[in-house]
């Protein structure tokens, strides 16, 4: 089962908004990850959680904050967020992060619209 | 730098042609992995390959098969028979060693695949 669940499926907030993504996987892969992803462009990466510890932070706006509460979950809370925050998030395993050739899983990934 | 260029934005094909898509990298790393992902449009992207730097040798998956090339620095793919479910787009992507921390990936900008029946 190579299957990576992310929910809600789409999402419309205000710039007021507190809201959660919430991605699950099964796999028992020890790295998370979360990605955004504009139309018409590859996914941009965010966060990185190895072993439940965040790993590393592509300097992303403290509006979006992880959290990995065990080893199958992976949240994203967001916050006062802008219109060009609107995007595709997806949510991505992997066995691990110290070998760099381990593939990562993607979810279907959260569709985002602030309004 | 670490890049991935695809410089092929958009192909539309019939179906049932043959169809390439290049990809072509930058590294100075002796190690190094490359792989392809599909995005259909529901979103998700779907692993199709991983070749690390040491194995040269091409592969073929049914209609999917994969030429690597050291020397010109190419991971391309090619679809033999396309088929409608074959439209999406293709991202290529180069896995990237950073902080000492493992890989992250490099993506290429994508290749949008159309095959119309």
């Known amino acids: 089962d190579t299957e990576v669940t992310q929910t809600p499926k789409h999402l419309v907030m205000g710039m007021t908004n507190k809201k959660s993504l919430k991605c699950e996987q099964h796999?028992?892969?020890?790295?998370m990850y979360w990605y955004k992803q504009k139309a018409k462009k590859p996914p941009e990466l965010m966060f990185v959680?190895?072993?439940?510890?965040?790993?590393i932070n592509e300097s992303v706006p403290s509006r979006f904050s992880p959290e990995c509460p065990n080893s199958s979950l992976l949240n994203l809370h967001l916050h006062a967020l802008q219109p060009e925050d609107s995007a595709l998030y997806l949510c991505a395993s992997s066995q691990g992060i110290n070998v760099l050739g381990y593939e990562q899983y993607f979810g279907p990934g959260t569709r985002l619209t602030v309004t | 730098a670490q890049k991935v260029t695809q410089a092929q934005t958009e192909i539309s094909v019939v179906e049932k042609e043959d169809v390439t898509l290049d990809c072509v990298y930058e590294?100075?790393?002796?190690?190094?992995?490359l792989f392809w992902y599909k995005q259909p449009p529901s979103g998700e992207l779907v692993f199709l390959i991983r070749?690390?730097?040491?194995?040269?040798q091409n592969e073929i998956s049914g209609r999917y098969s994969w030429n690597f090339q050291k020397s010109t620095s190419s991971f391309n793919f090619t679809i033999t028979a396309s088929q409608v479910v074959d439209s999406a787009v293709y991202f290529c992507a180069l896995s990237e060693e950073i902080y000492n921390q493992g890989g992250k990936l490099i993506f290429g900008q994508g290749t949008e695949l159309s095959v119309k029946p």
């Open positions: 070749r690390n730097s040491f194995d040269e």
């Open positions: 590294t100075r790393d002796t190690t190094y992995y």
């Open positions: 796999m028992g892969h020890r790295a």
């Open positions: 959680y190895s072993y439940e510890k965040l790993s």
